[in-house]
């Protein structure tokens, strides 16, 4: 299905753009409108946020199995990953950018000593967890994804469609594209006078 189908037929676009840790609310609501086991699109231009936001959105999307459709129109890195990744379809581009990198932790609260560590200990597991399943849900080596968090590496589209995670799609309007992948066809228009 392309977009201006899914305007008629009442999928639902929600875009997915700044912090996840600014828009989480209003961005659960709105995947909470989406019937469970519905499509929806979702355009990423994000750079991330909060890895808990990342966690709760594509859990979100996987729980109601939502048939989703990524489409990344700019970014897509860091916690924002997770929902991209959840994602059934994947569209990128060729200006498409991806930041893979290691969990990042702050806080601006003080704290003692042992609920550092703890915190820390609790980051650390995490880490390996979200990223062994970050591998899973898009469909790649761990190794892979490991070289591409550590330290961190900005992935193009192009990088993305030749690892097989990703489909490439040009800037031009979407109603070029079924949602299978194939064109289109488009019918020519009858010479006047002609039958159907």
Same mark, same amino acid.
């Given at each position: 299905m392309v977009p201006s189908e899914m305007r008629r037929e009442g999928i639902? *676009?929600?875009a997915i753009v700044g912090e996840l840790t600014d828009n989480e609310g209003p961005l659960?609501?709105?995947? =909470?409108?989406?019937?469970?086991?519905? *499509?929806?699109? /979702?355009?990423?231009?994000?750079?991330?946020?909060?890895?808990?936001?990342?966690?709760?959105?594509?859990? /979100?999307? =996987? =729980?109601?199995g939502l048939r989703a459709t990524a489409i990344v129109t700019g970014e897509c890195s860091s916690a924002a990953l997770w929902p991209f990744a959840a994602c059934r379809r994947r569209l990128v581009t060729p200006?498409?950018?991806?930041?893979? !990198?290691?969990?990042?932790? &702050?806080?601006?609260e003080h704290v003692q000593m042992t609920e550092a560590l703890e915190?820390?200990? !609790?980051?650390? &597991?995490? *880490? &390996?967890?979200?990223?062994r399943l970050l591998a899973e849900l898009l469909g790649m080596p761990l190794q892979t994804m490991e070289r591409w968090m550590r330290p961190g590496r900005y992935v193009s589209g192009a990088e993305l469609v030749e690892a097989g995670l990703a489909e490439m799609? *040009?800037?031009k309007p979407l109603d070029a594209i079924c949602s299978n992948g194939a064109p289109r066809r488009r019918r020519r228009p009858l010479a006047r006078g002609a039958r159907k």
């Open positions: 639902p *676009e929600i659960t609501d709105k995947l =909470l409108d989406v019937p469970p086991g519905a *499509e929806c699109v /979702l355009y990423f231009d994000c750079p991330g946020g909060s890895p808990y936001s990342g966690l709760s959105l594509m859990s /979100l999307i =996987l =729980l109601r200006f498409t950018f991806l930041l893979f !990198h290691p969990i990042k932790w &702050q806080s601006d915190w820390a200990r !609790h980051f650390r &597991q995490l *880490e &390996q967890d979200m990223d799609i *040009e800037l």
